[in-house]
C-alpha cells in the first residue's frame, strides 16, 4: 500500500503565504507525476499546479506567478509553495501521485485533504 500524509495547511491572511507538503510512504518504487488539486464548497476538484518525474511543471492560470510546485524525490515528498494568497485561493487542497509500487503496478493515490482557508 501507498499512504500520502499532507501538511502545512492552515488560516493566512490576504497576501500571506504558506507551504503545503505531502510525504508518500509504503511500497514504492518510483513515483512519476505528482500535482496538486483544490475543491471549494460548490466547485468541481481542479488541478492547480503538477511536476513531471524529470522536474516540468504546469499550473492553472489563476495562480502562475504566485505558486510554485517542486519536489524532493529521496524523500518522496512534493511541496507547494503559494505566496500572494487570495481568499479565491480558499479551498481543501489535495496532493496526488502516481507510483509504480514494487510488485510493478502502477496507481494513482490521492491524500486526505488539506484546509487552507485566506481570510481577513
Known amino acids: 500500500q501507498v499512504q500520502l500524509m499532507e501538511s502545512g495547511g492552515g488560516l493566512v491572511q490576504p497576501g500571506g503565504s504558506l507551504r503545503l507538503s505531502c510525504a508518500a510512504s509504503?511500497?514504492?518504487?518510483?513515483?512519476?507525476?505528482m500535482g496538486w488539486y483544490r475543491q471549494a464548497p460548490g466547485k468541481q476538484r481542479e488541478l492547480v499546479a503538477a511536476?513531471?518525474?524529470?522536474?516540468?511543471?504546469n499550473y492553472v492560470e489563476s495562480v502562475k506567478g504566485r505558486f510554485a510546485i517542486s519536489r524532493d524525490n529521496a524523500k518522496n515528498t512534493v511541496y507547494l509553495q503559494m505566496n500572494s494568497l487570495k481568499p479565491e485561493d480558499t479551498a481543501v487542497y489535495y496532493c496526488?501521485?502516481?507510483?509504480?509500487?514494487?510488485?510493478?503496478?502502477?496507481?494513482?493515490?490521492w491524500g486526505q485533504g488539506i484546509q487552507v482557508t485566506v481570510s481577513s
Open positions: 496526488q501521485i502516481t507510483v509504480r509500487r514494487l510488485t510493478g503496478a502502477i496507481g494513482g493515490y
Open positions: 509504503g511500497s514504492i518504487f518510483s513515483i512519476n507525476a
Open positions: 511536476i513531471t518525474s524529470g522536474g516540468n511543471t
